[in-house]
Every structure is written in C-alpha cells, then in structure tokens.
C-alpha cells in the first residue's frame, strides 16, 4: 500500500537559517504530492502540490520538488521566520478517494 | 464563505456517555472525511465518505459510526466514548482526482474522562 515517511522533529532552527524537510513516498503508479502545514491551534491547510514528476511546487518561499527517481518530495525554504513555526504534513494522493499522510514534522523557529 | 466548520470546538466526555460531532461545509465538496490527530501518531483517517448516502471506514473506524444524510453534513458519532477517544478530530472536505486538496475544519478537542 501507499505510504509517506518524514524526518521525525522537532527541527529547531535560527531565523534566516535554511530548511530541509525530508519525506519519501511509496506508491503505486504515479502519485500526486502535497505538503499540508498546520498552524497551532489550526487545522491543516495546504502549502504547496506538485502533480507530475519534475514538477515544482512553491508557495509562501517554499518549495519542493517531485523526484520520481528517488520517491522524494523534500520540502526546502531559503529563510525561516519565527512565523513559520508549525507542524508540516508530507502527503501524497495515488487516485483513491483519500490522502496518505505522513506523521508530520515540527518546526521550531528562534529569533 | 466559512469553508468547513466544525461544532463543538471543545467537548468533555465521561466514559460511556454518547455525543456527535458535526462538519458542515459550504463548498460543494463530494468527498467529506474525519481524521484524529495523536501525539507522534500524526493523522489517522477514521471514516470517509465519497458522497451524500455513502460512508465508508477508515483506518481505526472502531468506536465511531457516521451519516451523511446531506451532501454539505458530515456527522461523527461516539456511542460510548472511552478514554481511548480522547483526541483532536479535524473534518475535512474535497473532490476527487489524482491532484485533489483537502480542505480542513479548525478541530475539535475531546477529552473523555
């Protein structure tokens, strides 16, 4: 079955310092790929998706891209904020009719 | 436009007694879900349902039972909560396809004592 594992957190950083977020997938097929951030005391929301292999998904300073070779979505940000302080959600959709979640990673972001 | 919305936000519970959670939800979405959200457990898919009249289970369904009478309500019942069930529950709601999004409703917080 379909299956997203992420970095365990928390990720403690220094702001302005660079993020990597790991997250691989397994899947049949050829999945679409989400990462989702939730914010505390918020549901989750979504941060940025990519659809097919190669492609890059970027929102908000963030991006990931799809790497089919290696199953990887790893999400990436050139520089924190203090506000960017949350839980992130790797997740990837085979064309069931549900999400395959990963565990979610926090970030913790210092001044 | 209030997306999804859940009710009640908070809820305390003793073992054994019985409540429902609802999920509304204004944005013509097919697909509803309900997920509980743990500690290290990240999120796990409890029941779901692909339009009005149907459910189907998820993940850990046991404890839980939902109806989707109306295509815009999705309701989550605990017949006999335990402690077990205590818990964050997010609802959810989206379209189907390969690139569907899910959109989320803010949580309910339910604690059984």
């Known amino acids: 079955g379909d299956s997203v594992t992420q970095m365990e957190g928390p990720v403690t950083l220094s702001e302005e310092a660079f993020l990597t977020i790991n997250c691989t997938y397994t899947a049949t097929g050829y999945p679409s790929l989400f990462w989702y951030v939730q914010y505390p005391g918020e549901g989750l929301q979504l941060l940025l998706k990519?659809?097919?292999?190669?492609d890059k998904g970027s929102n908000k300073g963030f991006e990931a891209t799809y790497r089919k070779e290696t199953t990887s979505f790893h999400l990436e940000k050139g520089s924190v904020q203090v506000s960017d302080s949350a839980v992130y959600f790797c997740a990837l959709n085979s064309g069931y009719s549900t999400l395959t979640f990963g565990k979610g990673t926090m970030l913790l972001v210092s001044p | 436009n209030a997306g999804v919305t859940q009710t009640p936000k908070f809820r305390v519970l003793k073992t054994g007694q019985s409540m429902t959670l609802l999920c509304a939800q204004d944005m013509n979405h097919e697909y509803m879900y309900w997920y509980r959200q743990d500690p290290g457990m990240g999120l796990r898919l409890i029941h779901y349902s692909v339009g009005e009249g149907t459910t189907a289970k998820g993940e850990v369904p046991d404890g839980y039972n939902v109806s989707r009478l109306k295509k815009q309500n999705f309701l989550l019942g605990l017949e006999s909560a335990a402690p077990s069930q205590t818990s964050v529950y997010f609802c959810?709601?989206?379209?189907?396809?390969?690139?569907?999004?899910?959109?989320f409703g803010e949580g309910s917080r339910l604690t059984v004592l």
């Open positions: 959810a709601g989206g379209t189907s396809g390969l690139t569907g999004e899910l959109f």
């Open positions: 990519a659809t097919k292999a190669d």
